[in-house]
């Protein structure tokens, strides 16, 4: 499939836009959907538009004809208005896959959901395997598995080749400020730049999380459109569990500054937070042979560093 063409929804986004180089290295021609045209290393075909938008999405798809489509765009503000994240989450999705089994073509699809559809799961039950029940804890959790129906429903009525995958957390260089690794890099990099006291502002210190590099969860996009059976649903994770601590930890050994104050603020927690997730990535492994390349005290030194030059060149424009 080195000469296939990949259409990636949400191309904008962190994991989009490294999900763009992971294909163009593998020899695919990409081209990337999203609500504003924003630069993407690399030769790809932007579109910009509403992915709730029929007449759009059509038009896109038969200007390209892609051979796999990865859906990623969503809404991900675990805060955000609930409705507002089923109008973008499962009605983007369902959008998709009418546009899709109107157009008559056979692309196989990806779409991204979360394990955050997950929620609770007793220790005694860990590591989480795909048929563990789905318990959403969160509005946005709740909108990811509405979208999982919308897939399983046009798998099941209308033959498309539909494969989910729930990736765990995700982090990496590049990734907003919003999610946990890269606020506290982000701070970190910012104390060391002099701009900021030496205080890190946290929240739950104590959530165990399941962390995988975001170029190693790319490359099992791509082996999962190339090998994934169609209806099945495929976790992507390290099956390593980390205390939150640990990961300010090891950022703060990272650190050129050694009197770095924690904090915890208020605003940082959350109701519905999940004392530990772990996730089995056997399904995945057994069919693809996939595992993590990188180890996460690499991933935690490159989130610090793009953090550091991402700084340094706001104050240098």
Request: proline content about 6%; hydrophobic content about 40%; charged content about 20%.
């Amino acid at each position: 499939m080195s000469q296939a063409k990949a259409l990636i929804t949400g191309i904008n986004g962190f994991c989009g836009r490294q999900l763009a180089g992971t294909l163009l290295q593998q020899g695919y021609s990409v081209v990337g959907m999203d609500l504003k045209l924003a630069s993407v290393p690399g030769a790809v075909t932007l579109y910009a538009g509403d992915m709730r938008d029929g007449s759009f999405v059509n038009a896109v798809l038969e200007a390209t004809r892609p051979d796999i489509i990865f859906h990623l765009a969503a809404l991900t503000a675990p805060r955000a208005n609930p409705e507002e994240l089923e109008s973008v989450n499962q009605g983007g999705t369902r959008c998709l896959l009418d546009v899709v089994q109107r157009s008559g073509s056979t692309p196989r699809i990806v779409i991204t959901s979360s394990s955050a559809v997950y929620g609770y799961v007793p220790p005694a039950e860990l590591p989480i395997r795909e048929t563990q029940p789905l318990c959403p804890a969160t509005a946005y959790a709740v909108s990811k598995v509405l979208q999982e129906r919308e897939a399983t429903q046009a798998f099941i009525e209308q033959n498309l080749a539909v494969i989910c995958v729930r990736p765990f957390n995700l982090t990496g260089p590049g990734e907003s400020e919003h999610f946990v690794t890269s606020a506290f890099a982000r701070q970190i990099a910012e104390i060391e730049a002099g701009l900021r006291a030496p205080i890190i502002q946290v929240g739950n210190l104590d959530a165990v999380r399941d962390f995988t590099d975001v170029r190693d969860a790319m490359r099992a996009y791509v082996l999962l459109a190339e090998k994934g059976i169609p209806g099945e649903v495929y976790n992507v994770c390290s099956e390593q569990g980390v205390q939150i601590r640990q990961i300010l930890d090891l950022l703060r050994e990272l650190s050129t500054r050694t009197n770095i104050e924690i904090r915890v603020d208020p605003t940082r927690l959350q109701a519905a937070d999940v004392p530990i997730q772990i996730g089995s990535a056997a399904r995945l492994r057994a069919l693809t042979g996939w595992a993590p390349a990188l180890t996460l005290q690499e991933t935690l030194n490159d989130v610090l560093n793009s953090w550091r030059r991402r700084t340094y060149e706001e104050q240098h424009p």
